[in-house]
């Protein structure tokens, strides 16, 4: 039996995934978490397989989950459903260890047999998004510079980063300015635009 954590912010999505795993003779679901922070917990308590997640999630994204089990060792495995079908994201997931990428669009039984591929130790990416990989260009952004982008993206002035991440101020803003010419960008409102639809964010 593959035990399954499933981990997705709204309700109804995550209902909907418990319910048609469960419906899988191999396949129990034995946790379900509403952000990241609570599907790390639970991890430690359930020890599930496989991680189903999202990436957008409250307190903890899905990618950040992912590098925390990663970091832990945690003998789980992580697949991420989730709408944003950019490779930018995609690079970022496997880089952080994820086994499994797929879209929320995809058939139910898609999913099922991707969880049985990534619990056999195989990988399971979706088609479109493996091609867009090829093709897709590399994130210039730096883990800090994400980091400050991200949250000037949520209209924090420098001085709210800058206590935010422990940093100074000047700091925070040149950290801001890097990325700004890396994206090649007007200011950081674009900035961020430019590296969230590209999924670097």
Not at 31 to 39: C, E, M, V
Not at 72 to 97: D, E, H, M
Not at 123 to 141: H, K, N, S, T, V
Request: some cysteine.
């Amino acid at each position: 039996m593959i035990r399954i954590l499933i981990a997705e912010d709204q309700a109804l999505v995550r209902g909907a995934l418990g319910a048609l795993l469960g419906l899988e003779a191999d396949i129990a679901v034995v946790g379900l978490a509403a952000d990241g922070r609570q599907a790390l917990a639970l991890c430690t308590q359930l020890a599930p397989d496989i991680v189903l997640t999202d990436i957008e999630m409250p307190h903890m994204t899905g990618l950040e989950l992912a590098v925390c089990l990663a970091e832990q060792g945690a003998p789980c495995r992580v697949v991420i459903v989730t709408t944003f079908g950019r490779s930018g994201y995609l690079r970022r997931a496997l880089a952080a260890g994820v086994r499994g990428y797929l879209l929320k669009d995809a058939p139910a039984d898609t999913l099922a047999d991707a969880i049985r591929s990534v619990h056999g130790g195989g990988r399971a990416i979706a088609p479109e998004l493996a091609l867009e990989l090829w093709g897709g260009g590399q994130d210039p952004l730096s883990e800090r510079e994400r980091q400050v982008l991200r949250l000037a993206g949520e209209g924090r002035s420098s001085a709210d980063i800058a206590r935010q991440v422990h940093l100074s101020e000047g700091t925070v803003r040149n950290y801001l300015s890097e990325a700004i010419s890396k994206l090649g960008a007007g200011n950081r409102v674009e900035a961020y635009r430019l590296a969230r639809d590209a999924g670097w964010l």
